[in-house]
Structures are given as C-alpha cells and as structure tokens.
C-alpha cells in the first residue's frame, strides 16, 4: 500500500484555498464594481484591494524570514 504525504497534500490545499479566494476576490469583486459602477472605480478598487494586502504579505514575509534564521540557527 503506497504511504501518503498528509502534510503535503494539506500544504497543497491550503494553497490552492488561498489562491481561489484571492481570485474571487479581485475577480468577482472588483468585476461587480467595474459592472456597477465603471472602470474608474474599479481601479480605484484595485487599488484598496493591493494596498490591502501589503500588511498581509508583509506579515507573511516576516514569518517566513524568522523560519529560515531559526532553521539554519538550529542546524547543529
């Protein structure tokens, strides 16, 4: 019987869930402000939605930095 990888496949989905909900997000979102409203507030929808993101990707980006330091710190 062939062993499956659980933390893969979880690592996998949780990409795959962050992805789609971005994509409905700038998509569907921003779509229903272009359709409604036009592009000028679309854009400036756009725009919210990147400069909403930044302290996310900020935090995220600082996890990921601490994980290599504590990663090569504990090499021995």
Same mark, same amino acid.
């Given at each position: 019987?062939?062993? !499956?990888?659980? !933390?893969? %496949?979880? /690592?996998?989905?949780?990409? !795959?869930?962050?992805?789609?909900? &971005? &994509? $409905? ?8 402000? %272009?359709?409604? %409203? ?7 929808? $756009?725009?919210? &939605?990147?400069?909403? &993101?930044?302290?996310?990707?900020? =935090? =995220? $980006?600082?996890?990921?930095? =601490?994980?290599?330091?504590?990663? !090569?710190? /504990?090499?021995?």
């Amino acid at each position: 019987m062939k062993e !499956r990888d659980i !933390r893969s %496949y979880a /690592n996998q989905t949780q990409a !795959r869930l962050i992805a789609g909900a &971005l &994509l $409905l997000l700038f998509i569907v979102g921003d779509g229903l402000i %272009y359709l409604i %409203y036009g592009p000028g507030p679309a854009l400036m929808g $756009l725009l919210c &939605l990147f400069a909403g &993101l930044l302290p996310v990707i900020a =935090i =995220i $980006l600082i996890f990921w930095g =601490i994980d290599w330091v504590v990663k !090569r710190a /504990n090499r021995d």
